[in-house]
Structure formats: C-alpha cells, structure tokens
C-alpha cells in the first residue's frame, strides 16, 4: 500500500535513526516529529528541535512531559536558520525533518519561507552522518508554499550526485496538491 507523505517520511526516519544519535527537528510545530525522533533515538539520544512560535514550542514541551520522552529533548524558540549554532560540537546529526508550511490549527500567515529553509538546509548538511538523511516534506498549497517549493526543487537538484543522492516521492495524481518529499542522502 502506497503511504502518504507523513507517513512515508516517518518510515525514512526508522531506517535512518539508531538508538543515541543526535538528531533535528527543524519544524517543530504540534511535536509529532519530535515524539516520533525522541522514541527513535532512544533514552541515549538527544533531540534538538526549532520553531519560531511559543504556542509550538510550549505544545510540544507539554506533549513531551506526558509522554516521559522530555530529558533527551531540546527545544528552542528559534528559526531554524540558526540551527548550526545549537549543535553541539564535534557530533554528526542522524538524521534532520522539515516539515513545512503553516501551524496545523494556528496562524495560517506563519509559514516556513524558501530562503530561510534554503539556509538552514545549506548549515545542517556538512553535520549530517554519512548515509544519513535530511527529509522535507512540501506542502505547496498556501501562496509562500509554491514559491518556496519551486526553490526547493531547484535547489536540491543540483545537488552533487558524487555527494548526495536526492530523492522525490510524491503522488502525482492527486488534487489539491498533496505534501510531498525530498529525501537528500549524504553519500560523502
Ligand atoms: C507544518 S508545521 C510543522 C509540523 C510538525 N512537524 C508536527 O509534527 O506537528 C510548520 C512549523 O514551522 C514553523 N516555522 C516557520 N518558520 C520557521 C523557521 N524559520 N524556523 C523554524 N520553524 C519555523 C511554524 O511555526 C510551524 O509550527
């Protein structure tokens, strides 16, 4: 059965997290990620997620109480544009999420916008263990949403395929334009 683009991406974060990798959640929003991440990365592992929104962050602080996952995750009340300056040294990342677009249930006018996503990108890369992965899952439905899928695409594929592989998995039947993925692999 075909997965959607959430779910799919979830499947891509099992394959890629082993128990104690640092990790990053740059689009924190409603915590599913970051709970998915925080039980994949193990009471060893360290989650780092990014939001710019209290009403985010503080969701997300509340879900990790209750579900006992809260020790191994931080997060900041920070775009991820300066996601770089929040690692810690000398450890490679296991695996990065975006998750892009508008709060589900929140300010549809507070969106993720192409240059800030395109330079956090661009930060976090070097840091990502090889063979590892950086997911971004596109939500092209909203008028800042194309603009910054389109320079996604461009982005990602010119890529250094020496370098990186870059995967694209979408539905391409479906209306009202569905999410969809581009999945880089760092390959060296
Ligand atoms: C689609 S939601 C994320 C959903 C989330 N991953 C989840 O599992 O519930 C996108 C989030 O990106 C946040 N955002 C927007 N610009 C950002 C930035 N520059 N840095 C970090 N987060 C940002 C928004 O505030 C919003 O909460």
Do not use: C, W
Not at 12 to 21: H, M, R, S
């Amino acid at each position: 059965m075909l997965k959607n683009a959430v779910s799919f991406s979830h499947d891509l974060l099992k394959q890629t997290i082993v128990p104690g990798d640092l990790v990053i959640d740059a689009t924190v929003g409603n915590g599913n990620d970051t709970i998915l991440l925080a039980q994949l990365t193990g009471s060893r592992g360290t989650v780092i997620g990014f939001d710019i929104q209290a009403s985010a962050i503080e969701k997300t602080r509340q879900k990790l109480l209750l579900t006992g996952l809260g020790e191994r995750v931080t997060l900041h009340q920070v775009g991820h544009e300066n996601a770089e300056s929040y690692l810690p040294k000398n450890k490679e990342i296991g695996a990065i999420i975006y998750n892009l677009g508008y709060l589900p249930g929140g300010d549809k006018s507070i969106t993720t916008l192409k240059d800030s996503t395109i330079k956090s990108i661009v930060s976090l890369l070097p840091h990502l263990r090889i063979g590892s992965l950086l997911i971004i899952v596109i939500y092209s439905g909203h008028p800042a949403g194309t603009e910054e899928k389109d320079a996604l695409l461009q982005f990602s594929e010119q890529l250094d395929q020496k370098e990186f592989s870059v995967l694209r998995y979408q539905f391409i039947n479906q209306k009202n334009e569905p999410p969809f993925i581009i999945a880089i692999e760092r390959r060296k």
